[in-house]
């Protein structure tokens, strides 16, 4: 290859890095945002995530429990689940192949599950109620991070096992 023609290539492949660099600072970095909701979380605080209106399910706290209701069909009925029948409770997290979903498995005494996750209106406030309802549960702030690292990995953590104290790993 003559060298004008590499020195042609070098300068192209220079000037993109340039410019890709220079677009990225410019663009909003989402993990500036992340960065500090994680800062809030670890210092106890509710992360200040602005409020989404597109929600598929909502959970709905009561004092002996708490109900998940599908938004979109009216016509279907709530899952009820009274803290009571709660036997185990196991945060992790679902492999969605693009993004990962934060979940809280409930085991009952009939040895159903219930399933809830943070894109479910009322997550936080549920997650905020655990070591109150379920006695023993520890607060998110102590399992949030550990089941959210690595990324694309089940982490379980469990939070309640009635009867038994939950070890802390």
């Known amino acids: 290859m003559d060298p004008s023609a590499t020195l042609l290539i070098i300068g192209t492949a220079a000037g993109v890095v340039i410019l890709i660099l220079t677009a990225r600072r410019s663009i ?18 509710t992360p200040d995530i602005p409020q989404r209106t597109d929600w598929d399910h909502e959970i709905s706290l009561q004092s002996k429990g708490f109900s ?6 009216s016509s279907e009925s709530p ?6 029948s709660v036997v185990e409770a196991t945060a992790f997290m679902r492999d969605l192949f693009s ?7 409930f ?13 479910m209106k009322g997550w936080t406030e549920l997650c905020e ?21 690595p990324a694309f990995e089940l982490n379980p953590r ?3 096992l009635r009867g038994e104290a939950v070890r802390t790993p």
Do not use: N
């Not at 909003?28 to 605080?45: F, L, M, N, T, V």
């Open 28 to 45: 909003s970095y989402p993990g500036r945002k992340i960065d500090r909701y994680i800062a809030q979380i670890k210092a106890g605080e």
């Open 68 to 73: 998940i209701r599908v938004l979109s069909e």
């Open 79 to 84: 899952i009820d689940v009274d803290w009571d």
């Open 99 to 105: 993004t990962d979903r934060v979940c809280i498995a």
């Open 107 to 119: 085991r009952l005494v009939d040895d159903s599950e219930v399933e809830a996750h943070e894109e």
């Open 129 to 149: 109620a655990l070591p109150t309802s379920l006695p023993g549960a520890p607060p998110w702030t102590e399992w949030f991070m550990e089941i959210t690292t």
């Open 158 to 160: 469990p939070l309640f």
